[in-house]
């Protein structure tokens, strides 16, 4: 076992790759797969899924074949979403869900832990806070299964304890771990943006060709058919395209998180080149937030570059300005009319202050005693939901706004949500382990040179986290799949790129640090001399 791990961290990831090898043990068993997928039931995905994730894991931790392992995971878990996808009856469009995601914290625990010994544990980091965020951590972990237990029956108690609260916690302590070089770091977030870029490209392509675009009368947020003339009457002019992940908030959520740290892309590449690139990209990914007219990423992305011009400084401030106006501009050329749907007034459904959900929220929070709050009401049991509401006398229930076969179902509000499902404990200890590693991070940011190559990154994570973090406030996005390992993938980064940068500043002393800032990134175990 030493043996296999000390071979998994000599993996580089310059190293060549045998093309036509990978080519044959990966397009076969992906064509394979999609034609049996078309000729077996819904139930057996999953099956497939966990096997395939099971072979990937086998070939990598055991046998070493890191590359064979992720890209076979990479291509099969693809083909596997356009498969449930094609079973959906959702022809043409790609779902991407928390198996395709889950791949990222493959590559966290595969390829990131190649840990240098001089990078271990540095004596005294954990009484900077790390030690209350386990403690934290472990708690929201305890108290979360004990929750399910009461509520859920024993399979799905285990299965929701390992997707809401064990995968993601692991993910965070994996990444904390892994992440102990500038290179490490970088890999992570060009990859994250990666994904995103494709994802933006996809929606995009969608914009452009008019395919799967959809007249919207605005009418209670839904996606509602409705004469093109009758929309103009009516003074709104906009076309909101539905996103890869099905519907456009979730879309938003994942492009406004992923904003930023695309924008930090743009400062750190000194070639002119990569630089246009990622400006294009940053420019495609506003686009789509535009794009999606959903008022929650809107809100979500001025609250995140609010944050990062605040971390990043003036002159970020004003190409962060500079760079609004000409996403809007080129959201314009595209048909979308931004102000005059932030300022239309005559459809009270889709103001961000004049919204109906207010009045569902108000209405839940009146009704909230009537909720068994210390254990929750468990995460399948919706109805519950709907037939409080109805017992509390709200006039809001026969409204189908928000409905789903004429009841509630969900409050439209991931921390409301969460709440009435996992129960005041459980929201209570997610609560302070958030609240914890983000103040770790902004300490982090305090105490660090603006010259410390980490330091951007930490700023476009944190916030990312907040325009997630806003956006969840208007929609369920903490229990979509994709959204939920993306909110862990984000938390992880914040926390690791803190602890990072504090062991660093740790290590080597301030003068020694102003001198040799060069040398910061990759000085984790060992104090930089210091210039004469």
């Known amino acids: 076992m030493r043996d296999t791990l000390v071979g998994i961290r000599s993996i580089e990831f310059t190293r060549g790759i045998p093309i036509l090898p990978l080519a044959v043990a990966v397009l076969l068993p992906a064509l394979a797969y999609v034609i049996s997928s078309l000729i077996v039931s819904g139930k057996n995905y999953w099956l497939v899924g966990m096997a395939v994730a099971a072979i990937s894991v086998y070939l990598i931790l055991i046998q070493g074949k890191f590359e064979v392992g992720v890209i076979l995971y990479v291509v099969i878990s693809f083909f596997w979403e356009i498969g449930l996808a094609r079973g959906a009856e959702r022809f043409g469009e790609i779902r991407i869900q928390h198996s395709f995601l889950f791949l990222l914290a493959l590559f966290v625990l595969c390829f990131l832990v190649r840990a240098d010994p001089s990078s271990r544990a540095v004596p005294g980091a954990r009484e900077r806070g790390q030690g209350r965020i386990l403690c934290l951590m472990s708690g929201y972990l305890a108290v979360m299964l004990l929750s399910l237990l009461a509520r859920e ?3 799905w108690a285990f299965n929701y304890w390992i997707l809401y609260g064990l995968r993601g916690s692991l993910l965070v302590l994996i990444m904390c771990k892994a992440l102990n070089s500038e290179n490490a ?4 977030v060009v990859l994250l943006l990666s994904l995103g870029l494709f994802l933006s490209l996809a929606d995009n392509l969608l914009l452009l060709t008019g395919q799967r675009l959809i007249p919207f009368s605005l ?3 839904y996606q509602v058919q409705a004469d093109p003339q009758e929309t103009v009457k009516a003074g709104l002019r906009l076309i909101r395209i539905r996103s890869v992940f099905g519907d456009p908030p979730f879309g938003g959520a994942f492009m406004a998180a992923l904003l930023p740290l695309a924008l930090v892309q743009i400062f750190q590449w000194r070639h002119w080149l990569l630089k246009l690139a990622f400006i294009l990209g940053s420019m495609s990914i506003f686009v789509n937030i535009v794009a999606y007219a959903d008022r929650g990423t809107w809100l979500g992305v001025l609250v995140s570059l609010a944050i990062f011009g605040m971390a990043m400084g003036r002159a970020v401030a004003v190409a962060l300005v500079v760079f609004l106006l000409g996403a809007v501009l080129a959201a314009e050329m595209t048909g979308v009319s931004l102000a005059r749907n932030v300022s239309s007034l005559s459809d009270v459904s889709y103001q961000v202050l004049r919204s109906d959900r207010w009045v569902l929220w108000m209405d839940t929070l009146n009704a909230l005693p009537r909720f068994p709050l210390l254990l929750g009401t468990g995460f399948r049991n919706d109805q519950v939901f709907a037939s409080t509401l109805a017992a509390a006398g709200t006039p809001y229930v026969g409204l189908e706004l928000f409905t789903y076969g004429g009841e509630y179902m969900q409050p439209h509000n991931s921390y409301l949500d969460l709440l009435i499902k996992a129960g005041v404990p459980v929201f209570l200890f997610l609560a302070s382990l958030v609240a914890s590693i983000c103040w770790l991070g902004v300490r982090a940011l305090r105490v660090t040179s603006d010259r410390a190559s980490v330091r951007p990154l930490l700023a476009g994570a944190i916030a990312g986290f907040a325009a997630f973090g806003t956006e969840a406030f208007f929609d369920r996005t903490f229990f ?15 926390y690791s790129t803190a602890v990072y940068l504090l062991r660093s500043r740790e290590v080597i002393p301030s003068t020694a640090a102003n001198d040799n800032r060069d040398r910061l990134p990759t000085a984790l175990g060992k ?3 210091a210039t004469p």
């Open 153 to 155: 029956d024993g399979p």
């Open 185 to 188: 770091f970088r890999a992570l």
């Open 219 to 221: 009418g209670y947020g």
């Open 480 to 494: 979509v799949y994709t959204l939920h390992v993306t909110f862990w993938l984000f938390l992880g980064l914040i």
């Open 527 to 529: 104090p930089a001399p």
